[in-house]
């Protein structure tokens, strides 16, 4: 897929007050780690996540998002009129039915004749949402809308620890699955798309290329199933060195494709943005690729893997610092559990950014 006419023109990101080291989880399961000789720092060690972030206890992904929208919105500073479509594309919603994005384009005040939908892909939800955006424009169906979603990462973890110091059975072997969950962090982001017509800045949304592995639809795979646990919190199970071995394989035959269709060599890309796992996933990713080590933006040290705002929030977090320049060619890899790969090109020329901090 190849668009001519589509910017990416801002975003805008909400951040979590509270901040939880990974010490401070390993410290709530102590007993479990000393009755399985666990070794003290074992998950900072093995992923590289010294912290995540949490919204405050009862928060419900609508209102943050709602938030991460109105910033987006101001940041580019595109008359609401023109927006055509909000979709909502997170993990996380508010409840089954209505959409989520219903509650967002009310609170953002947007247009009756916008298209508002939820639609969720794991870790691509925001990233499939911008493509069915940039679809809409390049067909001249909209002039400009919004993907936006929020991950709210507090109940699987804390979930997850309680379960572990529950299971009287737990061994070394059974902790496994349950180890990922323990990376989850917490973040909203939105991201604004326009007809190059209306962009002040002009950053191209160049498109890309999709490809799925549905063989390893289970490798990361969860929610909440009552009959199995004792509340209504979500719980993952994850074979965290199967999916990372079918993650980079699908990913590099991803990223042959999408150079392909952008008529890019790996000698063109100047900075590259990935979905944010922890340290081994970023450095095999980048190896298996071809990519040099400092080409991307790294973030999970300190958020975790926030599901579908991992990746744009590592954007808006490396635009705000100055990472990309004038005239770059950045590549954004996206990958879900699924397994789903979705990779984008963009022809930079600067965004506009705006954050907040969610204190409640």
């Known amino acids: 897929m190849f668009f001519r006419h589509v910017c990416l023109e801002s975003l805008g990101y909400v951040k979590p007050a509270e901040v939880v ?16 000789h666990l070794p003290a720092g074992r998950l900072e060690l093995m992923t590289g996540i010294e912290e995540r972030r949490f919204f405050s206890p009862g928060s419900k992904p609508g209102p943050i998002s709602a938030l991460a929208t109105q910033l987006a ?3 580019c500073d595109i008359p609401k009129r023109h927006f055509g479509a909000l979709i909502h594309g997170s ?27 939820d639609v969720s892909n794991a870790c ?18 909209i002039q400009a809308g919004v993907v936006v979603g929020a991950e709210l990462g507090r109940n699987l973890v804390e979930g997850t ?30 991201m604004v798309l326009c007809d190059s017509r209306l962009s002040q800045h002009g950053t191209r949304f160049l498109g890309g290329e999709a490809l799925c592995d549905t063989e390893a639809h289970l490798l990361c795979a969860g929610g909440v199933e009552p009959e199995k646990q004792e509340d209504h919190r979500p719980r993952m199970d994850t074979d965290s060195e199967a999916l990372l071995e ?7 035959k991803t990223w042959q494709v999408t150079k392909k269709s952008l008529g890019w060599t790996n000698e063109n890309v100047s900075r590259v943005f990935t979905h944010q796992v922890g340290k081994a996933h970023r450095k095999l990713m980048l190896e298996n690729l071809g990519l040099p080590g400092d080409c991307d933006y790294p973030i999970y040290d300190r958020f975790g893997n926030t599901g579908s705002a991992a990746l744009p929030l ?3 977090l490396g635009a705000e610092n100055g990472f990309v320049e004038e005239g770059d060619q950045v590549a ?17 020329h600067g965004i506009s950014t705006k954050g907040a901090v969610w204190e409640l």
């Open 21 to 36: 080291t990974s010490a401070q989880l390993e410290s709530q399961l102590a007993e479990v780690y000393e009755r399985l």
């Open 73 to 75: 919105i101001e940041a």
């Open 91 to 117: 993990v996380c919603r508010d409840q089954m039915e209505p959409a989520t994005a219903n509650l967002v384009h009310h609170i953002a005040g947007l247009p009756d004749h916008a298209v508002v939908l």
């Open 124 to 141: 691509l939800g925001l990233l499939n949402g911008a493509v069915l955006l940039a679809q809409m424009i390049e067909l001249g169906q």
């Open 161 to 190: 620890i309680d379960s572990l110091k529950n299971d009287a059975g737990l061994t070394r072997k059974t902790i496994k699955p349950a180890f990922a969950s323990l990376t989850i962090g917490s973040a909203s982001v939105a």
């Open 246 to 252: 079918a993650g980079i394989r699908l990913a590099e």
């Open 314 to 316: 590592s954007l808006a």
């Open 332 to 348: 954004l890899l996206g990958i879900g559990s699924g397994l789903n790969s979705l990779m984008l090109g963009l022809d930079w």
